[in-house]
Nanobody, 125 residues
């Protein structure tokens, strides 16, 4: 059973940085894609970033490109989301997700099988 546990959220001011972590267990992660999604109240869950575990190839939403960096630590089975130059519109619950490698667009939430419980990020202006 794959388990994902997020941490690192909090309340920060605009322009600050945060690093989210997603600790994974229970799977062969070399065959996984890992994604970060976010959801604000009253809005749909949206794609933030993804990484293919085996190749390290990364993908980003246009809204975070140049500000956020996704990375992985193979030894720790952990995926990180480094968030810089945070804006109030980045405020949301952030969720880590995983799926077995496939060719479906990494930005599609329904293509992910496993989800963490989420961590809240609040950016004040």
């Amino acid at each position: 059973q794959v388990q994902l546990v997020e941490s690192g959220g909090g309340l920060v001011q605009a322009g600050d940085s945060l690093r989210l972590s997603c600790a994974a267990s229970g799977g062969t992660f070399s065959t996984f894609d890992m994604g970060w999604f976010r959801q604000a109240p009253g809005k749909e869950r949206e794609f933030v970033a993804a990484i293919r575990w085996s190749s390290g190839r990364t993908y980003y939403a246009d809204s975070v490109k140049g500000r956020f960096i996704i990375s992985r630590d193979n030894a720790k089975k952990t995926v990180y989301l480094q968030m810089n130059s945070l804006k109030p519109e980045d405020t949301a619950g952030y969720y880590c997700a995983s799926r077995y490698y496939n060719l479906v667009d990494v930005a599609v939430p329904g293509s992910y099988r496993y989800w963490g419980q989420g961590t809240q990020v609040t950016v004040s202006s």
